[in-house]
């Protein structure tokens, strides 16, 4: 045989034919390899396809245990620092008053605290050879304005307290609500409901079609914030004015409903 390579014009080196047997043994191994991809990557493109999609819902009702409102201070004067002493005065009343009823430093919280500059257009007459003048903004003063949020933690004084605080000159009231104050057990409790709605629902779907849930792929949850459901003030922006605030007014707290919603997909054979 190697003579005959040898002797033939057209004969190669073993070394060559070597190349070209092992390039052929690789090129067989790719295209194997690329086959069992193709295989697999048709079997795993849609690895839901034995699933079942279900939603559930859970409602938690609650008595909300604080309330909280908040209030603003607004003065205007020609300075700055006569704009902030007249902020200063109001607004120390109104903490004073406040942590005489009982309300503690960490439940009274400034959000907000500015200071700017207050205009008035003032439109100019045209001159004696009647020349058309235009009008300008004029500085006439500062405004100070503070913002201040307050937390009940005895939801019966609500409406003592607002009064009070109208009382004392405040006209801006805002924001009531009545809520509970540490709900995440509360939304543990209507996740577990609607998971338990879920499973009811997919069990009684895979008993209609003949199958069996084996397990869970995926869950996703959404748990709303509490929702009041009651009489005034649950919730909305319950705006005061010092003149009607005279008489503590009834403010029932109703109750809050905490709503999860799920959604599990369910393995099944």
């Known amino acids: ?14 070394g060559v034919l070597s190349l070209i047997v092992l390039a052929s043994f690789g090129s067989i191994f790719l295209i194997s390899k690329t086959i069992e991809q193709v295989r697999q990557y048709g079997q795993n493109e849609n690895p839901y396809n034995n699933s079942i999609s279900m939603d559930g819902t859970g409602e938690v009702m609650a008595l909300p245990d604080v309330a909280s409102f908040n209030f603003s201070v607004n003065e205007t004067s020609e300075s ?16 004073d008053y406040l942590k005489s009823q009982g309300i503690e430093d960490k439940d009274i919280k ?29 500085l006439v003063g500062y405004e100070v304005t503070q913002n201040t949020d307050v937390t009940i933690r005895d939801t019966t004084k609500a409406g003592e307290i ?20 540490d709900d995440e057990a509360l939304k543990a409790e209507a996740r577990a409901k609607a998971i338990n709605d879920a499973k009811q629902k997919v ?67």
């Open 1 to 14: 045989m190697k003579k005959f390579f040898a002797d033939n014009k057209y004969a190669i080196s073993w």
């Open 80 to 95: 700055v620092d006569s704009a902030q002493k007249l902020a200063t005065e109001k607004i120390n009343k109104a903490l």
């Open 110 to 138: 400034t959000t907000s605290y500015n200071i700017n500059p207050k205009y008035e257009w003032r439109q100019s007459a045209n001159d004696m050879a009647g020349i058309y003048n235009p009008g300008k903004n004029v």
């Open 162 to 181: 607002l009064s009070g605080i109208g009382g004392i000159g405040i006209s801006s009231v805002s924001g009531l609500q009545f809520k509970v104050d």
């Open 203 to 269: 069990a009684a779907v895979a008993k209609e079609l003949g199958v069996k849930v084996v397990g869970v792929i995926s869950f996703y949850e959404n748990t709303d914030q509490p929702m009041p459901y009651g009489g005034y003030g649950m919730g909305g922006a319950a705006v005061m004015d010092a003149k009607v605030a005279s008489v503590a007014p009834q403010i029932p707290t109703g109750e809050n409903k905490i709503v999860s919603t799920v959604n599990v997909t369910f393995e099944i054979k």
